[in-house]
């Protein structure tokens, strides 16, 4: 199976603040690679799509870069509604896959 | 507007079964795969199964291979988990998910359910 490896598992930002989220593939998924959000409580949310494409309704602060076996979510001024759990998955080969999250917490 | 909902979730003893459905609204649904994603208690994402638009091809995660069947009635717009022989490792919030794309590669899922909550305990 591929495994997603996410970093980091957990950080501490402020409104305003640019943060970086990265993903490393086990091996090359070429660019299906998938960014979700995740509330509590609340069912996911895809953000990045294909690894650089922004879902539908999903602000322009979030984009998402890479390929290959290396990708990154980066929200580039964080907001209060964007504290949250963010996964990213490949959909290259089965099993789909999940990374185990980076939650944002508030600072 | 695109539904999913999902119901069939409850306590359930080990050994014993349960069949989850989601009912979908606002698409073409036999035009798109569909996908049963679960999460337990406190943990990540984990991909369950996936069903084409036509039925014709199912994938599913090698933990519930044997044990689990997915399926679709296109004609109610439904789709289905059939679990069998629970394990406590089971246990988790299960999502029915939508494809965004209606071919090519499936897994990436644009759309998700509220969840159906499966308890696996004597």
């Known amino acids: 199976d591929i495994q997603m490896t996410q970093s980091p598992s957990s950080l501490s930002a402020s409104v305003g603040d640019r943060v970086t989220i990265t993903c490393r593939a086990s091996q090359s998924i070429n660019n299906y690679l998938n960014w979700y959000q995740q509330k509590p409580g609340k069912a996911p949310k895809l953000l990045i799509y294909?690894?650089?494409s922004l879902q539908s309704g999903v602000p322009s602060r979030f984009s998402g870069s890479g390929s290959g076996t290396d990708f990154t979510l980066t929200i580039s001024s964080l907001q209060p509604e964007d504290f949250a759990t963010y996964y990213c998955?490949?959909?290259?080969?089965?099993?789909?896959?999940f990374g185990h999250g980076t939650r944002v917490e508030i600072k | 507007e695109v539904q999913l909902l999902e119901s069939g979730g409850g306590l359930v003893q080990p050994g014993g079964s349960l069949r989850l459905s989601c009912a979908a609204s606002g698409f073409t649904f036999s035009s798109y795969a569909m996908s049963w994603v679960r999460q337990a208690p406190g943990k990540g994402l984990e991909w369950v199964s996936t069903i084409s638009g036509s039925s014709g091809n199912t994938f599913t995660a090698d933990s519930v291979k044997g044990r689990f069947t997915i399926s679709r009635d296109n004609s109610k717009n439904a789709l289905y988990l059939q679990m069998n022989s629970l394990r406590a490792e089971d246990a988790a919030v299960y999502y029915c998910?939508?494809?965004?794309?209606?071919?090519?590669?499936?897994?990436?899922?644009?759309?998700w359910g509220q969840g159906t909550l499966v308890t696996v305990s004597s």
């Open positions: 294909a690894a650089s």
């Open positions: 998910a939508k494809d965004r794309a209606s071919s090519g590669y499936y897994g990436t899922f644009d759309y």
């Open positions: 998955q490949q959909s290259y080969y089965t099993p789909r896959t």
